[in-house]
């Protein structure tokens, strides 16, 4: 009977036939029943498990939770069911071992500490750089600096060398210390001194990355990001419409040679380099082939074609579904046969066979029917527009076949030998003066060109009329469309002149004068009648004549606008000082002196009683406080019995406070008597008390000024101006007739100054 050997969970590991061992399910020999020589077996079982499978070799056929010693790591596993992993410490090895969460592991060949979380490959703890690379990263050291403090530096190293250090204030080591910023020792910095923020060994040294402000570019104190430019170095791409919102629109090449761009509103592909070609290009059945190309220098286009010949050259076929429109001197075609199905051939015709030009627009135009090696047979049409006489020529002589003639409508105007009865003159060479001539609706006369019908209309075919020998056009209408001609009356007195002017020491400026001082500054700045280049009105007389000339600007006339900005410092405005101790800025010395005052008696105006009394004298006086006065006379009702019988006023008191009142020349003393006493009744009787200062003898005892200094004086200053808009004009004045500038308006501005 066969043993069902069972693992811990329950699970079957193998069936063990009697009188026979397996040594295959597990690294252990198991024993069936009745297998003789089973204690070799059994015993080196015994050492396996005492030894836990001691061997530089996994164990060939482990189960989950068994343990082996790995020698070649000399450490203990467990077999998790896949693997052999380490059971806990530390492991010494050149590879990557197979570990659980928690362990480590110490690489030998670059010398770096790994630990394992249990869900990938190993997690460097440190330090960041190998053996072979040495000693590259962040280190932290304490430096004592010249003012005795303690400052944190965090060194950088790059394959053993320092290549910078960071420091969060600028300071100097000491003496003491320097050894450990040796690095930074150089010629330019022999106290090895370390800036605030990253100091590099080398000044070549870059960071290549990204920092928070290398992210954007500052622009007029805006951030704006690095995501809003397109790069110029390499290809780029835009996610969104790339728009130029300017003209100059785009320029490509190395120098500049080509550009997309708007001209005068219209779009434009240009190459900038002197004769240079454009060219179209598109992949046509998988080969580039150029569809457009524009030759500068021959003023040649090619379609399909790369050198044209001719100012249009077509490689193919063309086919033109509407009408063909040819605008030039010559249309040449290279046929054989030239066929044309209409039966008419139209010039100077458009699309829709309008005329476009009139007779004296066609003059010339016509056929070249033939050519040959000595000239070209043409049939033209000409006009002379001076004696209003059209007709075809031909450049070669004119004939008919024998027994033909030349006609008029029907009648015949000349044959081989006749001249046609209707010819009724001949062989004219010369025309007599005209004393008027009317051509359709057109009549001149005397000096007059008149029309019968609408209005008169001069045109010329270069859209320019000319008048000659400087002539002047007089008689013109006030103009009512912006394409009228004006007057220079009409002009000057359309015409708004623009000022800004500093008021502030100006006299007349207000509007009881009219503002009459800025009125004669208009007139020194724009004389109302006018000045010459070089004389007069004061000029210098030496001036430019090459340059500006000798003719005048004329008058202006009436209705002319002036508006002027004014600035006034003084009327309102000022000039604050600001965050400024006066006091601190006065330097003063006193001295003292003999003093001796008496004054007559002065009368009192009214009577304010309260726990200080005031005084109200009806007459300036040189009364100051701290000085004693003697009132008499001053009688309050205290019972208000009608008697005055309050005698408490009719004493000496010390001034406490003196004060000019309004009007000028009022003078308030304030004593230092207490008559709030309830009851007491203000009926004092104007002027009916005096009031006398204490005669004070002299023996220094008044402090004077001796000396008075400034110091400097801070703060800040603030200009307040006000401001105005003024406009003016030039009229004539109705008492005298002058012409003139003159005061009109005060106008509220859009926005307050």
Known sequence: MSYKLNKTDGTILTDLVDGTVDNTSSDLTLIGRNYSGFGEFLNENF?????????????????????????????????????????????????????????????????????????????????????????????????????NQTRTVIMFYVQGQVAGAYSNVLFTPA???????????????????????????DDTFKYVGTATK?????????????????????????????????????????????SFKVES???????????????????????????????????????????????????????????????????????????????????????????VLDDAGINGGGFELLTTSTNHKTFTYSYDANVATERWESNINMGVATGKAFKVGADDVLSGDTLGTNVVNSSLENLGTLTSLTVDNLTIDNEIISTSAGNLKLGANTNVIEIQSSARITGLGE?????????????????????????????????????????????????????????????????????????AIPPRAAGTLARVQTTDYSAGGGVTIASADLDTAIDTNTIAVDRTISANPQTIASIELG?????????????????????????????????????????????????????????????????????????????????????????????VVESLGFNNLAGAMSMTPVRKLLQFGVVVDSNDGVTKWAFDKEITPTTPY
Do not use: M
């Open 47 to 147: 050492i396996k498990l005492l030894e836990n499978f001691s061997s530089s070799d996994e164990p060939a056929n482990p189960i989950r939770g068994q343990l082996w010693y790995d020698t070649s790591e000399n450490k203990l596993k467990i077999y998790n069911g896949s693997q052999f992993t380490s059971s806990g410490g530390t492991t010494l090895s050149p590879q990557t071992p197979n570990a659980v969460a928690g362990d480590l592991w110490i690489d030998t060949t670059r010398q770096q500490l790994y630990f394992f979380d249990g869900t990938g490959n190993p997690i460097l703890a440190g330090p960041v750089y190998t053996k072979e690379q040495g000693k590259s990263g962040f280190e932290c050291i304490s430096v004592l600096d010249t003012q």
């Open 175 to 201: 003496t003491s210390d320097r050894d450990l910023l040796t690095a930074f020792v150089t010629n330019a910095n022999p106290t090895a001194t370390l800036q605030k923020g990253f100091n590099a060994i």
């Open 214 to 258: 290398a992210e954007a570019l500052i622009i007029n104190n805006q951030t704006v990001n690095a995501s809003s430019f397109l790069r110029d170095d390499v290809d780029d791409i835009t996610q969104g419409s790339l728009t130029v919102q300017n003209n100059g629109g785009i320029t490509v090449g190395a120098s500049g040679d080509g």
């Open 265 to 355: 509103g219209v779009l434009t592909i240009r190459n900038n380099l002197t004769n240079g070609d454009i060219k179209f290009k598109t992949d046509r059945q998988g080969v580039i082939q150029t569809a457009l190309h524009v030759d500068a220098s021959q003023s040649y286009v090619g379609v399909w074609k790369d050198n044209p010949t001719a100012n249009l050259d077509v490689a193919g076929d063309v086919r033109i579904s509407g009408n063909l429109t040819v605008e030039g001197n010559q249309t040449a075609i290279e046929v054989d046969e030239l066929r044309v199905k209409d039966k008419t051939i139209g010039l100077s015709v458009d699309e829709l066979n309008a005329p």
């Open 479 to 551: 103009p009512s469309a912006s394409s009228d001609a004006a007057t220079k009356g009409y002009v000057d007195s359309k015409a708004v002149l623009g000022l800004q002017l500093d008021i502030s020491s100006l006299g007349a400026k207000d509007l009881a004068s009219n503002y009459q001082g800025i009125a004669d500054i208009l007139e020194d700045l724009f004389p109302v009648a006018g000045y010459s280049r070089g004389t007069g009105n004061g000029d210098n007389n030496s001036y430019n004549t090459s340059a500006l000339g000798t003719s």
């Open 611 to 703: 726990s200080d009394t005031k005084i109200v004298c009806a007459s300036a006086h040189g009364y100051e406080a701290g000085e004693t006065v003697t009132i008499s006379g001053a009688n309050v009702d205290a019972i208000n019995d009608g008697v005055g019988n309050n005698t408490n006023l009719n004493s000496t008191f010390t001034i406490v406070s003196a004060e000019i009142l309004n009007p000028p020349g009022f003078v308030a003393l304030t004593i230092n008597l207490d008559t709030s006493t309830p009851g007491l009744q203000n009926n004092y009787t104007p002027n009916s008390g005096t009031i006398e200062r204490v005669p004070v003898l002299g023996n220094s005892n008044k402090s």
